[in-house]
């Protein structure tokens, strides 16, 4: 699987116990605050809850073009196991 696809598994999956509110960080290092998304096979639409500089909330994003997510939510650890996550051995 590489990157584009772990990307939108991550999105596509995503459970309901854990809010779709963070921010995304593109290759470019630009920070995407999103509040909810929407997926296609192929670009992420994130909505923002203020607009950007520019007046958008919305943004469309290639999976390609993501290099990390930023969850802002504060929750335990723990939580994060419904999305694959587990302690080292």
Not at 65 to 74: E, N, R
Request: net charge negative; hydrophobic share 45%.
């Amino acid at each position: 699987m590489d990157t584009a696809e772990a990307w939108r598994a991550l999105f596509e999956n995503w459970p309901e116990s854990i809010p779709r509110e963070g921010i995304v960080v593109t290759v470019h290092n630009e920070n995407i605050t999103f509040v909810n998304y929407l997926i296609s096979s192929s670009v992420l639409l994130l909505e923002r809850d203020k607009p950007d500089t520019s007046g958008a909330r919305k943004v469309m994003i290639s999976y390609e073009a993501i290099a990390a997510v930023k969850i802002t939510s504060p929750m335990e650890l723990g939580r994060f196991q419904v999305m694959g996550f587990q302690a080292p051995f």
